[in-house]
């Protein structure tokens, strides 16, 4: 079964900070606020077992130093899976990161980070996850950022088995969000406002029987990097990546994991 959705009062449920989550438009554009007292969040309503989610985003504007504006695929449990952007903000006129990370079974530390080659906050831009047996990928417009390949190796593990329903929040991360958490949030700048439209999930939906139904038409369900493609992304990690857990020796003194030696 198929999804493709942009409603968000008939596909998300608000999971907190209720007060400030303002669906608009009739469902068509949602904004998620944070203050001193609380962030707030949603969640979707149904779980996707593969599938290519996409949202458009427009970040919160001027000085967001400390904020974290979230938008990931988790499943549920202590050995979760997880497909994360977050994007952390900063001082006006610094760029934003922009920070991934794949969790298979509870275990993450595979962070990439990157700057965006446009201003996030002017306008809406669509941030995308591609998630089939084959690879995840990370697309903003339309671009690939980075790739996470299911190397088939028990000491790669991948995340494939474990539906996972669409999470967004904004919250304060001011510990670590920005500079390492040298700059704090500036509270006097609250309500930090972040605004979504244009969800699309083509995916497969959980059934009921546990099972997630995909069929091989489905051009997402085999998609990898073609030539293009691939240029682009080198293009994208050779400009624009700040970070990259593969080239962190000190982090790992015992030795890189082992997709790092596969390029993933």
Same mark, same amino acid.
């Given at each position: 079964?198929?999804?493709?959705?942009? $409603?968000?009062s008939?596909?998300f449920?608000?999971?907190?900070?209720?007060g400030?989550?303002?669906?608009l $438009?009739?469902?068509?554009?949602?904004?998620? #606020?944070l203050?001193?007292d609380s962030?707030s !969040?949603?969640l =979707?309503?149904?779980?996707?077992?593969?599938?290519?989610? #996409?949202?458009?985003?427009?970040l919160?504007?001027?000085?967001?130093a400390?904020?974290?504006?979230?938008?990931?695929?988790?499943?549920e449990?202590?050995?979760w899976? &997880?497909?994360?952007? &977050?994007?952390l903000g900063?001082?006006?006129?610094?760029?934003y990161?922009?920070?991934?990370?794949?969790?298979?079974?509870?275990?993450?530390?595979?962070?990439?980070?990157?700057?965006l080659?446009?201003?996030?906050?002017?306008?809406?831009?669509?941030?995308?996850i591609?998630?089939?047996?084959?690879?995840?990928?990370?697309?903003?417009?339309?671009?690939?950022?980075?790739?996470?390949? $299911?190397?088939? #190796?028990?000491?790669?593990?991948? /995340?494939?088995?474990?539906?996972?329903?669409?999470?967004? #929040?904004?919250?304060n991360?001011?510990?670590?969000?920005?500079?390492?958490g040298?700059?704090?949030?500036?509270?006097?700048? !609250? /309500?930090?406002?972040?605004?979504y +439209?244009?969800?699309?999930?083509?995916?497969c939906?959980?059934? =009921? =029987?546990?099972?997630?139904?995909?069929?091989?038409?489905?051009s997402?369900l !085999?998609? &990898?990097?073609? !030539?293009?493609?691939?240029?682009?992304l080198?293009?994208?990690q050779?400009n624009?990546?700040?970070?990259?857990?593969c080239?962190?020796?000190? +982090?790992? /003194?015992?030795?890189?994991? /082992?997709?790092?030696?596969?390029?993933t």
């Amino acid at each position: 079964m198929s999804a493709f959705a942009r $409603n968000f009062s008939q596909d998300f449920d608000i999971t907190w900070g209720s007060g400030r989550v303002k669906v608009l $438009n009739n469902g068509e554009l949602l904004t998620l #606020s944070l203050d001193k007292d609380s962030g707030s !969040a949603l969640l =979707s309503k149904k779980e996707y077992l593969f599938g290519k989610i #996409s949202m458009q985003l427009k970040l919160v504007p001027g000085n967001s130093a400390g904020t974290v504006t979230s938008y990931y695929l988790a499943s549920e449990g202590s050995t979760w899976d &997880e497909i994360d952007f &977050e994007f952390l903000g900063n001082l006006s006129g610094d760029p934003y990161t922009v920070h991934t990370n794949v969790i298979t079974g509870g275990k993450g530390d595979r962070e990439q980070q990157f700057h965006l080659w446009f201003d996030p906050t002017a306008d809406f831009h669509t941030y995308s996850i591609l998630w089939n047996p084959h690879v995840i990928i990370f697309y903003v417009d339309n671009t690939p950022i980075r790739q996470f390949k $299911n190397l088939k #190796s028990d000491k790669v593990p991948f /995340p494939k088995s474990r539906a996972m329903k669409i999470h967004s #929040s904004i919250w304060n991360g001011e510990d670590w969000a920005t500079r390492g958490g040298l700059v704090k949030t500036d509270w006097s700048k !609250a /309500p930090f406002t972040a605004s979504y +439209r244009n969800f699309n999930a083509k995916a497969c939906i959980l059934g =009921s =029987s546990g099972a997630g139904p995909c069929m091989d038409s489905y051009s997402w369900l !085999a998609k &990898e990097l073609d !030539a293009a493609s691939l240029e682009r992304l080198i293009w994208v990690q050779k400009n624009f990546m700040i970070y990259n857990y593969c080239f962190d020796t000190k +982090r790992f /003194p015992q030795g890189l994991p /082992p997709e790092c030696a596969a390029k993933t």
